[in-house]
């Protein structure tokens, strides 16, 4: 894997506090794919035999309602790691992943890392504690879409993107997304035409820029008026 992969994998939360040696020991394992845009990664219900992390590019993960739509959990870019929920468990992934930009991404096979641990106590327990940080989150998610109406969503969903997709400009952040109105509202659980109402106020009162697919956070500190 060279030493590319390694400094890669130092930039992976799951990794970042591990010696060198022990995330030499990850990127033996560490299986490179070079996918492009629309390619699916694992369909929901597909065996969960391994877990993933972005190199570079954007992954979304989402569901499939019965009526045909998409419920889009979260979308990741680099150093996100996706489908650790199979990690340790016999179980089918309980959500779609598909190349949302042209990625590079690292898999990692359930059974190798699996092995790999049972003698490396360090690395067992690095991975436990960021796993358990996403899980406290999820289920923070959840109760926000619970409790918070959508102005309150929208503006956290908006402030996420910022800090995980934000490039810095002259006109503020700009949200490095192409991601639709109908997207967003999946994300967010609400109707398109609702989105597009919210970020019609918050552009009214200044907090965000529009163009096209383009979302320019102007004033984050009004942005962030609207959480409850």
Known sequence: ?????????????????????DI??????TISKSLKKGEIVFM??????AFYFIKSGKVKIYKTTADGREHI?????????????ALFGDIKYPATAEILEDANIGMIKNEDLEELIRNNVEIALQIIKVFSRKLYLSQQK?????????????????????KDHGVKTHRGI???????RQELGNMVGTARETVSRSLSQFRKEGSID?????????????LQEWIQ
């Open 174 to 180: 700009e949200i490095k997304l192409n991601i639709s």
């Open 44 to 49: 929901e219900g597909d065996p969960g035999n």
């Open 210 to 222: 529009l163009e096209a697919r383009k979302i320019i956070i102007k004033d984050m500190k009004k």
């Open 142 to 162: 959840v109760k926000e879409l619970a409790l918070s109406d959508t102005y309150d969503r929208l503006a956290r969903t908006l402030i996420g993107f910022a």
């Open 24 to 29: 030499e020991s990850i990127a033996k394992i």
């Open 1 to 21: 894997m060279g030493n590319i992969t390694i400094d890669i994998l130092k930039k992976i939360p799951a990794f970042s506090e591990l010696d060198d040696k």
């Open 73 to 85: 959990f979260t979308i990741l870019s680099e150093g996100g790691v996706f489908a650790e929920v």
